[in-house]
Structures are given as C-alpha cells and as structure tokens.
C-alpha cells in the first residue's frame, strides 16, 4: 500500500457503513469515500463479483440499510490498474501515466460516446476519481480523453 493509505481515517458514519457491507458481503472493505451523492467502497483485488452480488443484489441489500447510493470499485496497488477500475463502466480503452511539471498525470482514454459521463456533471466523477487516486497512488491529477 502506498505511504498516503497512512492518512486514511473513518469517522463513525463510514465505519458503519464498512460494517454493513462486510457484513452483507463477507468481503474486506480497503476504503470508504462518502461523498454526497453517493458512499464508494473500494474492495480487495479479486473480490468484486461476490461485493456486488448475483445480480448487484448486495449493492441493493446495502443500498437499502443505509439508505445511499452505494458504488462499489476493485481496488489495486497497481495505479494503471486502479484507474481502469474506477472508469470501469465508461469503457476503458488505455491508460497513461506520466509527469507533468513534477505531478503524476493519469489520462483514462474511454469509447467516445461515454466521455462526457465519464466525467461527470461539473467534472464530479473526475474529483472523485483525483480524490480515490491521491488516497492510494502518488498520483494528483486525472483526465479523461
């Protein structure tokens, strides 16, 4: 894990929500964002399909007990690898990570007609994405192309 996983602290609400889901999905909870749309749960690396469930039945069970929209997304130490992760839904055709005046860059390079839902209204999928990527990568800046 890298040195920002350090900084990662829950308070009472998102550990009560890390308890409903573990406990709904018999799976390990590495990260819980809430943000006010919705609560994002980052998995284990090869835990995904048993988090969400036959049919997403799970992320309806918790959706339901904590009544939130619940978004659940594979976690990987690998930063290319995590960033597919999160676009996961909009397509992802490549990856890129590189510096730019001393930041790490990652561009995700979506199908043309998902672009502007990958990104979001106002770019809210973007910050959130920047927001996962900074708790766990050095990475500070996300684009998508």
Known sequence: MSESMEDITFNEKTLRYISVFEKITDTEV??????????????EKGSIQKAIGKGGKNVTEISDAIDRNVHVIEYSEDSEE????????YDVKDVEIEDKNDVKHGTV???????????????????????IMMRHSDISSVSVA
Request: charged share 30%; aromatic share 6%; net charge positive.
């Open 30 to 43: 590495v990260d819980c964002i809430d943000i006010p749309e919705k609560v994002i749960f980052l998995v």
């Open 82 to 89: 995590l960033l597919k992760n999160i676009f996961y839904s």
């Open 109 to 131: 390079e979506v199908a043309q007609e998902n672009k502007a839902r990958a990104i979001g209204k106002e770019g809210r999928n973007l910050s959130i994405a920047r927001k």
